[in-house]
């Protein structure tokens, strides 16, 4: 692996915040930063461009506009550009297979928190090996590229008794870059007779959180010792996770959720959850791949 993160750049407002936020994160990790644009993105074009060689001149004035930004906060940051040829999710798969990570934009949904997964996104998550974090641009004015997100938790979903240790390596390891805490959570669901009346049984209620939080620190105990410096809470509730998750994460540095790995056979998968989660969170939200 080629140590770098790497950003799509349609010209949109999303993704400039993406690479306002990719270049933060670059900062953070001493990798270079890596400018893509793929020339055949059009979905959502933010203007309107007929010929290729004006399709061409308007690509690589969005790269150099972004490079110059980039290098005017980061003056040490080593910051590649470049233009890709294809279709955009396989495009920017490809172009970010070697990364650490590939960073998009999303829109915002109006003046609801959250994210409306356009399928570039969808599609771009649902492939890529790599972490795939989505941005949206802020509703007011632009990320600040020198904003200062390293004293806001990291915050990373898991499911007890599942695979999860790409999941933690991942949100331990953003919280060491950061300086930042990290909150572990895990939302559990009412047996369904309690389902409709929980208040009756308080006491069954907290023991479930209780057994669920204890169970959670076991299960980073051995990441906490990788990661001694990296501050860490757990966090159980008892609801649905699409719902606790993103309300548990409010306020976020960002909120890393997992994708299990499909066959081919078995086509696209994201996940209700995650896929609930991307819609909902306010802050950035990491995608990662694990069996």
């Known amino acids: 692996m080629t140590h770098c993160v790497t950003v799509g750049l349609n010209g949109s407002p999303e993704s400039r915040a993406a690479a306002r936020w990719a270049a933060g994160e670059a900062e953070l990790r001493g990798v270079p930063l ?10 959502h074009p933010p203007v309107h461009v007929s010929t290729t060689e004006e399709r ?17 906060a980061y ?13 955009p999710s396989p495009a920017l798969v490809d172009a970010s297979a070697a990364s650490d990570m590939l960073v998009i934009g999303s829109r915002a949904l109006g003046s609801v928190a959250g994210f409306f997964l356009g399928s570039t996104a969808s599609t771009t998550i649902s492939e890529a090996k790599v972490p795939v974090i989505l ?12 904003d200062d997100r390293v004293q806001e938790p990291v915050v990373v979903g898991v499911d007890i008794g599942q ?35 929980p ?20 299960e980073i105990s051995p990441w906490s010792g990788k990661f001694p410096s990296v501050p860490v809470d757990v966090r159980a509730a008892v609801g649905h996770a699409a719902i606790q998750i993103p309300r548990l994460a409010a306020g ?19 996940g209700p959850i995650t896929h609930a989660v991307i819609h909902h969170a306010i802050s950035p939200v990491a995608v990662i791949a694990h069996e």
């Open 252 to 270: 976020a540095a960002l909120v890393v959720v997992g994708r299990r790995t499909r066959d081919a056979a078995q086509g696209m998968h994201i």
């Open 75 to 87: 003056p040490s940051m080593t910051v590649r550009t470049r233009r890709v040829g294809g279709l």
């Open 135 to 146: 941005v949206r641009a802020p509703n007011h004015q632009e990320t600040s590229l020198n």
């Open 163 to 197: 695979p999860c240790d790409q999941l933690l390596a991942f949100a331990f390891t953003e919280a060491a870059y950061r300086g930042c805490p990290l909150l572990v959570v895990h939302s559990c669901s009412l047996p369904p007779v309690l389902g409709y009346a």
């Open 34 to 43: 890596d400018l893509v644009h793929v020339e055949e993105w059009l979905e």
């Open 199 to 218: 208040s009756l049984q308080p006491g069954l209620v907290q023991a479930m959180i209780t057994g669920a939080a204890n169970t959670l620190k076991q």
């Open 56 to 72: 061409r001149h308007w690509a690589d004035s969005v790269l150099h506009d972004a490079a110059e930004e980039t290098r005017r």
